[in-house]
C-alpha cells in the first residue's frame, strides 16, 4: 500500500509551507517516524516523520518551494511497489509559482472584473503589513482566490530589491514582529514584579545537580528548576494556566511550561509537556534536547505546540529585570533576571543575598491583580524552599 507525503498543517490558520530540505533522497529506504523532510512555517523549521515504512518515491517538490497544505508532494512504497498512476502530476511547477510569481503577476494591471476575487483573511492581513498590492495580484488558489502564499512571494520579492541598509526579515523575524504586536496591541497586559532571595535555590542546583548529571547525563539549569517549580505552582493556580479564547476563559487540564530559546533569526518556545507530573532530571533532559534542536532548526510540531505558560530568562545574558510579551492564547508569562548579590535586610540588619528580579505579565481578561499576587507569592516561596516543593 502507498501512503502519500503531504505537506503537513503544523499551525492554525496555516495555508503553505516551505519545504527547507528533504532528509531522504528519491529511492531511499525510510522508517515510519524517522525524519523525513524539514518545513519551514511563521513559527520555526520543524522536522516531519515518515508515515510509513518503505521507499521513498515519486517526490515531486524542490528545496525551497512554498506548497499548499495537504498536497501530495512524494510517497512511500513497498519495495517493488509503484506509486499512484496519480503521483505523476509533478508540483514542481505547481509550487515554483509560489515562490516566485511570473512577472505578469507583478507588472501586468488586474482587470477591473478582479477588483471581487476572493482572497483569504491570512493573505489580507499579511497584504496589509508587508505593503503588498492585491490588486496587481493573480490568485493561485481554488477559483483563483489570493492565499497567503501569493503574497508571501511578492514580499519575497519586493524584500529581495530592498535598499541598501535595510534587512528584510526571516519568516521567524516576521512572525515575532506580527504576534508580538498584536498581543501588545490587542492583550490588556499588566505586571507584577517581585524580587526573591534565591541562596536556596542555589544551594538545590548544587546539591542535585552531581547526582541528576551521574544518573542521566545532563546538568540541570536554573531555568530547569524554574520550570520544575514553576509548573506545581501552576497547579494551585488554575487561572493563570488558563487561556483567552473566543471571548471566554478556557482552563486548560495540563499544565504545558514552554522555555523561550533563542535562535539564528528570532526566539521560538519549545515546549516541556505536563511539566508538573515531571522530575527535575527528566525535565533537564528534554530542555536539551529541545535547546539542541531549535539551535539545529529540527524541532518537529509538538515540540512548540499546546503551551499553557511561558517562562523567559535572560539571566544568561547578565540583564537583572525586564518585562515580557504574552503569547496569547496564553494568559500570562514570567520574565527571569539574572542572580547577583545585594545587600538586602535580614532581621533588621543588611546582609548580602544573591536576589533575583522575577516579572509576571498578565492578561487582565484572564487573571486580576489579587490572582496574579497569589500565583507570585508561592513562585516565589518555591524559590525560596525549591525541595519542599519538587516533593509535591
Do not use: Y
Not at 503577476?105 to 497584504?127: Q, Y
Not at 501569493?150 to 529581495?160: I, K, L, Y
Not at 552531581?210 to 528548576?225: F, N, R, S, Y
Amino acid at each position: 500500500m502507498a501512503f502519500s507525503v503531504v505537506m503537513p498543517a503544523l499551525e492554525m490558520a496555516q495555508e503553505t509551507g516551505k519545504l527547507v530540505s528533504w532528509r531522504k533522497k528519491e529511492g531511499q529506504s525510510v522508517s515510519k517516524g524517522e525524519p523525513l523532510l524539514e518545513v519551514e512555517t511563521d513559527k520555526a523549521v520543524l522536522e516531519v516523520e515518515s508515515p510509513a515504512d518503505g521507499i521513498l518515491t515519486g517526490v515531486s517538490a524542490h528545496e525551497g518551494a512554498v506548497i499548499p497544505v495537504g498536497q501530495t508532494i512524494a510517497w512511500i512504497v513497498r519495495p517493488g511497489e509503484a506509486p499512484p498512476p496519480e503521483a505523476v502530476r509533478s508540483v514542481t511547477s505547481v509550487s515554483a509559482s509560489f515562490a516566485r510569481p511570473a512577472p505578469a503577476a507583478l507588472n501586468t494591471p488586474e482587470p477591473p472584473a478582479a477588483a471581487s476575487a476572493r482572497i483569504s483573511p491570512k493573505a489580507r492581513r499579511l497584504a496589509k503589513e508587508r505593503g503588498v498590492d492585491v490588486g496587481r495580484l493573480q490568485g493561485s488558489g481554488p477559483g483563483g482566490e489570493i492565499l497567503a502564499s501569493d503574497v508571501a512571494a511578492v514580499a519575497v520579492s519586493q524584500s529581495s530589491a530592498a535598499p541598501a541598509g535595510v534587512e528584510p526579515l526571516s519568516s521567524i523575524g516576521r512572525l515575532m514582529a506580527e504576534r508580538t504586536t498584536q498581543s501588545w496591541t490587542t492583550v490588556p497586559h499588566f505586571f507584577v514584579v517581585r524580587e526573591v532571595d534565591s541562596s536556596s535555590l542555589l544551594a538545590t542546583r548544587d546539591r542535585l545537580g552531581p547526582t541528576i548529571e551521574k544518573a542521566q547525563g545532563v546538568g540541570i539549569t536554573h531555568t530547569d528548576l524554574l520550570v520544575a517549580l514553576v509548573a506545581r505552582a501552576l497547579i494551585k493556580h488554575p487561572r493563570v494556566n488558563a487561556s483567552w479564547s473566543g471571548g471566554a476563559i478556557r482552563l486548560n487540564p495540563d499544565v504545558n511550561v514552554a522555555i523561550a530559546m533563542a535562535v539564528d533569526d528570532g526566539v521560538v518556545a519549545a515546549v516541556i509537556h505536563q511539566a508538573s507530573t515531571k522530575n527535575l532530571g527528566e525535565i533537564a533532559t528534554e530542555r536539551r534536547d529541545l535547546s539542541e534542536r531549535a539551535r539545529a532548526g529540527r524541532l518537529r510540531p509538538p515540540d512548540i505546540a499546546g503551551a499553557t505558560f511561558t517562562i523567559s530568562n535572560l539571566g544568561m545574558h547578565q540583564v537583572d529585570a525586564f518585562t515580557a510579551i504574552i503569547s496569547p492564547p496564553q494568559a500570562a508569562i514570567l520574565a527571569v533576571g539574572r542572580i547577583t548579590d545585594r545587600v538586602v535586610p535580614v532581621n533588621g540588619q543588611p546582609t548580602i543575598r544573591p536576589m533575583m528580579t522575577v516579572t509576571l505579565s498578565c492578561d487582565h481578561r484572564v487573571i486580576d491583580g489579587v490572582r496574579a499576587a497569589a500565583f507570585l507569592n508561592d513562585v516565589t516561596e518555591a524559590i525560596r524552599q525549591p525541595e519542599v516543593w519538587l516533593r509535591r
